[in-house]
């Protein structure tokens, strides 16, 4: 990375939220579990360590600042993940993300067919959802860095689009004369 770089993070309150989720989600296990089964001590000790290991891993992401992005001149490294050149990008969609009834808008970046590109597990598994494995959640930023990354990321891809052109074919007819055809605008 240079000294160029850009670097954005997840939104504190956001991640102060998911926090506070999870600790009414422990909360709830340890009712529900307490009260359904008591005499089945692994299924509450189960959704003890379970709430427990989501609550203390919420917590980690939350008092440790982690980047989303960082973005330079040379490509954007998302996450902790290996960097990806702005040469290797084929395009970039903004997608709405529909769930719970709730709109979360996501960058997906669309790679090119990419070598030696050391993929995590998780890019893995996010390869074969919508979201792809090179995705930014812009609803886990604030407002005004998720506008900004935005901007910044489309001004890197998004190359000038060619103009139409209107191309010439000829037509040879049985008696030899040849015929020159201007082909159809395309609509806009």
Not at 89 to 103: A, L, P, Q, Y
Not at 137 to 161: R, V
Request: aromatic share 12%; charged share 20%; glycine share 4%.
């Amino acid at each position: 990375m240079t000294e160029k770089a850009k670097i954005f993070y997840y939104s504190r309150h956001k991640l102060g939220v998911y926090l506070l989720f999870n600790l009414g989600l422990l909360a709830l296990a340890i009712l529900f579990t307490w009260s359904i089964f008591p005499d089945y001590t692994p299924v509450y000790y189960f959704a003890l360590g379970t709430c427990t290991l989501s609550i203390l891993s919420s917590l980690f992401v939350f008092l440790v600042r982690m980047p989303l992005a960082i973005i330079d001149d040379n490509g954007i490294k998302i996450d902790r993940n290996q960097q990806l050149k702005w040469s290797q990008i084929k395009s970039v969609e903004r997608i709405i993300f529909k769930h719970f009834g709730f709109e979360r808008p996501i960058l997906k970046i669309n790679p090119q067919k990419i070598a030696n590109y050391k993929m995590t597990l998780m890019q893995k598994i996010a390869g074969n959802s919508q979201f792809g494995a090179f995705s930014i959640p812009l609803y886990a930023m604030t407002d005004k860095n998720a506008k900004q990354i935005e901007k910044l990321i489309f001004s890197y891809t998004n190359k000038p689009k060619p103009t139409p052109k209107t191309t010439k074919k000829t037509i040879t007819k049985k008696n030899k004369t040849k015929k020159t055809i201007s082909s159809p605008k395309t609509k806009k």
